[in-house]
């Protein structure tokens, strides 16, 4: 059996719990939104213990470079498997002990990930898997519900930082991946692994600049000015050559993708994960 297909199953099992979710709760809007933000978490800690620490390693069998591969798995697995999951739980408001059976079964997973061989541990050890599922699926419960009692602003303001840079890094990763663009800044040798290591940093200070200017102001102006900068900021980068386009690309491609990704943003922050206040729960008709 190809390796890959083992990914094909978690991917399709991530996506069933998030459909099955999005349809019971029949709140999909909100739900899809809050699945892009609770992702982005899962991507965020992993791009520290699989590309920065090198925890273990993915292995689909796709690409012959092992950061490729690394690349792949991580997309998958914390995406639609982690991602799909965490909102399972989290819209349901699962007890402990249920977040407890699944971190167990996460655990299983990857044993049998490691058994054939589609999978390899470094120093990374089975419970610190099943630890990390209990403490990410209880955040996510918590997170979610501090979005719906809409006490504090900034969590969601934080949250749509979370889909700010997830939809940013993405996109660029994704074009990495298949060897369209690679920044470039000769910190390691491997180009996709010196990629990411300029990328996610650039691409968090880019989404700090998205969720604050969209989030806050309500002007126009102010809502482009955001963009504007990314746009220069990744000519800049271009033209010092840290910014690479290969096979073809160009920057007007990149950027062409760049627009469609903030337009997505600014359509998520408007009108999705807006829950009433408690104040106005208790106002009657």
């Known amino acids: 059996m190809p390796k890959i297909f083992w990914y094909y199953c978690v991917v399709a099992i991530g996506i069933g719990f998030l459909i099955f979710t999005v349809i019971k709760k029949k709140d999909i809007i909100n739900l899809l939104s809050f699945f892009l933000s609770v992702a982005s978490l ?36 914390n995406g639609f498997f982690w991602g799909g999951i965490a909102v ?39 419970y610190i898997t099943g630890a990390a599922a209990f403490v990410i699926f209880t955040f996510s419960k918590k997170w979610l519900s501090a979005l719906k009692e809409n006490k504090h602003k900034l969590v969601r ?38 990629s990411i290591l300029f990328s996610v940093p650039y691409q968090l200070c880019v989404a700090i600049i998205y969720s604050a200017f969209v989030s806050i102001h309500n002007k126009w102006y102010y809502t482009i ?49 807006l829950y009433p206040s408690p104040s106005s729960k208790n106002v009657k008709g």
């Not at 800690?45 to 925890?55: K, N, P, Q, R």
């Not at 069998?61 to 798995?73: M, R, W």
């Not at 993405?170 to 996709?192: A, E, T, W």
């Not at 955001?226 to 007007?252: E, Q």
């Open 157 to 194: 303001k934080l949250t749509f930082f979370m889909t700010a840079w997830i939809i940013l890094q993405s996109c660029s990763v994704l074009q990495s991946l298949f060897d369209k663009q690679h920044f470039l800044i000769g910190l390691v040798q491997n180009v996709y692994r010196d």
């Open 88 to 126: 399972f739980v989290a819209a349901f408001s699962l007890r402990a002990v249920w977040i407890a059976f699944i971190s167990i079964a996460f655990m299983l997973v990857e044993i049998w990930f490691l058994k054939v061989g589609a999978y390899e541990h470094h120093w990374w050890k089975l």
């Open 225 to 273: 000015f955001p963009l504007v900068i990314n746009l220069i900021a990744d000519s800049l980068f271009a033209f010092l050559k840290i910014l690479n386009f290969y096979n073809g690309w160009n920057l007007f491609y990149f950027e062409f993708i760049r627009i469609m990704g903030f337009i997505i943003f600014i359509l998520l922050e408007k009108y999705t994960l």
């Open 42 to 77: 899962g991507y965020l800690c992993e791009v520290l213990v699989l590309f920065v620490l090198d925890s273990y390693a993915y292995k689909p069998g796709v690409f012959s470079d092992p950061t490729a591969e690394n690349i792949l798995g991580h997309l998958i697995c």
